[in-house]
């Protein structure tokens, strides 16, 4: 069997130092998981990576000590050396930049409580933190070959759980049974866990955007949300399609081809260069065309990787952040239209920008799944 292609931690790293010193610090210590699974390959639940300009240092605590040692000497982690933590992460943590004369240290200022922040500053003597703001994310935005062939295969799985939904989704049947048996299909394609707690809204419920399942049964006339996701290697897809119990209603008809005919009209725009609140806006003008702007209540998509929400956002113009479209990025293309007391529709795929526009990944069918 072929060795599975290690991603690029030692380059990772690399770019990281280069860019210390455009940040006016003397290392980067990183603590957000994602950060840290991106940069190193440690998954673990609890660590700190210190990045100072010539080595790299994971600090963790006894629970990951042998599986750290091991992994490291089986190659299956980046170029960090191990530092455990005796007491508390914070003197460990203060430990280290004190043992290497850190004056100035950056912090991810997105993931750093004021509270972790103080408890660091007290640890650490003399050194300053300066709060820095998506290093690692900005990194994320593009997808190397190793993420897109693992975010293609997870898309061709949950694609293949879409498939699966006529045999799952039946009148009579509750909400919350119908999410568990979503997720059993999850496990089943090979997901290593749903990528958020399975959406499944029907009828009224189906006009709330983010609906928990409950124990409301599929009734006639019934509009049906369907939104799952999942986990393959870190990576998360994420994908919606729509079901309807017995002939929907017209109203509900109507906005099925309005949401579809936007997702379509988005996914054709979609171009490097172009702003990412202009693919909002392809979607949204399609809807208002049909009567249903002030029906979309939220943005046309987000980035995916890592997290199941990241950068980019594509939503309405931020004037303060604009994002531009660039080609190796992977986000969702999701327009949806909601009517309070009517019912809600929403159609979700994920998609890879090339240089000509964009790759589907997800390839199950967007129809309207008359159960
Ligand atoms: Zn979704
Ligand atoms: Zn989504």
């Not at 940040?23 to 660590?47: C, E, K, M, N, W």
């Not at 007290?122 to 693992?150: F, N």
């Not at 409301?216 to 996701?229: C, S, T, W, Y």
């Amino acid at each position: 069997m072929q060795a599975p292609v290690q991603p690029d931690w030692a380059g990772r790293l690399a770019r990281l130092q280069s860019a210390l010193s455009a940040h006016s610090v003397d290392a980067l210590v990183l603590s957000s998981p994602q950060s840290i699974r991106y940069v190193t390959g440690f998954a673990g639940s609890a660590g700190l990576v210190v990045i100072a300009a010539d080595r790299a240092i994971l600090i963790t605590d006894g629970r990951y000590e042998t599986v750290v040692r091991q992994e490291l000497s089986a190659g299956r982690l980046g170029p960090v050396t191990l530092e455990r933590v005796a007491r508390r992460y914070d003197l460990a943590l203060g430990e280290v930049v004190v043992r290497l004369g850190l004056g100035r240290v950056g912090f991810e200022a997105g993931h750093v409580t004021v509270a972790t922040l103080g408890a660091w500053g007290r640890a650490s003597g003399q050194t300053v933190w300066v709060a820095t703001e998506r290093l690692v994310e900005g990194m994320r935005l593009l997808k190397d070959d190793g993420e897109i062939a693992i975010m293609r295969k997870g898309a061709r799985m949950i694609s293949e759980v879409a498939c699966q939904l006529g045999g799952i989704v039946k009148r009579g049947k509750t909400e919350r049974a119908v999410a568990g048996e979503i997720e059993r299909a999850l496990e089943r394609v090979g997901f290593s866990a749903p990528a958020f707690p399975t959406i499944v809204a029907s009828g009224p419920n189906s006009a709330l955007p983010h609906a928990h399942p409950t124990d409301r049964a599929l009734a006639p006339n019934d509009l049906v949300v369907l939104d799952f996701g999942g986990v393959i290697d870190g990576y998360c897809l994420d994908l919606t399609r729509m079901a309807a119990v017995g002939a929907p209603s017209e109203r509900g008809m109507a906005l099925f081809t309005a949401v579809r005919a936007a997702h379509e009209a988005a996914i054709r725009a979609i171009r490097p260069g172009m702003l990412t609140s202009d693919v909002d806006a392809a979607a949204r003008s399609v809807l208002e065309t049909y009567g249903f702007g002030e029906a979309f209540v939220h943005s046309t998509g987000h980035g995916l990787g890592l997290d199941v929400h990241e950068a980019p956002r594509l939503g309405r113009p931020d004037p303060d952040a604009p994002e531009t479209v660039e080609a190796g990025m992977v986000f969702t293309i999701e327009p949806g239209a909601y009517l309070e007391g009517i019912g809600g529709v929403r159609l979700e795929d994920d998609v890879f920008v090339v240089a000509t526009g964009c790759e589907v990944l997800t390839t199950a069918p967007l129809d309207l799944l008359v159960v």
